[in-house]
């Protein structure tokens, strides 16, 4: 009996951790340094966010998200919401224009994906309301941390392999609490 469920726990382990795994060979996201914003951060204003040679693969297709408060637009859609496929270049480079409304303010979340190697690179665009009769301030991009002008890193430091075997742990500690209280009851009874 204890056998089978010893077996059956590490079954349940295997079973939770090798998804896992698999999922962290197939996507990424790219480091830090890989992006860079240029341009003017204000009402109105256009920036160019830039990813590095090698981000991308050759020539993939690249679909760019970007989110705000306000309507923005990525070659000539303004809405809150938008998304346009681009092609990288020969290098992996990739150059994108992101034109913020005449009215907009806040914060403005951008998302590259490549569409085969999976690699995402998220960052985001803080515009500073218009003053009146101004033209608003340009507020750097990295949220405080890193170098002005540098897309922001907002992946996190702990791993999802981590976090799927500490919570097999868990479980397997809960697990066998079970079972010891389980073989208590049983030599109690005898």
Not at 81 to 106: E, H, I, M
């Amino acid at each position: 009996m204890k056998k089978l469920i010893a077996a059956a726990l590490l079954a349940g382990a295997a079973f939770v951790a090798v998804p896992t795994a698999a999922n962290a060979a197939t996507t990424g996201y790219a480091p830090e340094s890989a992006g860079s914003v240029s341009g003017t951060l204000a009402p109105g204003g256009t920036a160019v966010a830039s990813f590095s040679d090698n981000v991308f693969a050759a020539n993939e297709k690249v679909r760019v998200q970007v989110t705000g408060a306000g309507a923005v637009t990525l070659g000539a859609l303004p809405i809150t919401t938008v998304s346009k496929d681009y092609t990288s270049t020969s290098t992996g480079s990739l150059a994108v224009r992101v034109t913020f409304p005449v009215g907009g303010s806040g914060t403005y979340n951008l998302t590259a994906t490549g569409a085969t190697s999976g690699i995402t690179v998220p960052g985001y665009f803080t515009i500073a309301p218009a003053a009146a009769g101004g033209t608003g301030t340009t507020v750097g991009s990295t949220g405080g941390t890193g170098t002005p002008g540098e897309l922001a890193f907002t992946g996190g430091t702990i791993s999802t392999l981590g976090l799927w075997a500490a919570g097999g742990a868990l479980a397997l500690g809960g697990g066998l609490l079970v079972v010891r209280k389980s073989v208590r009851r049983q030599r109690d009874a005898a």
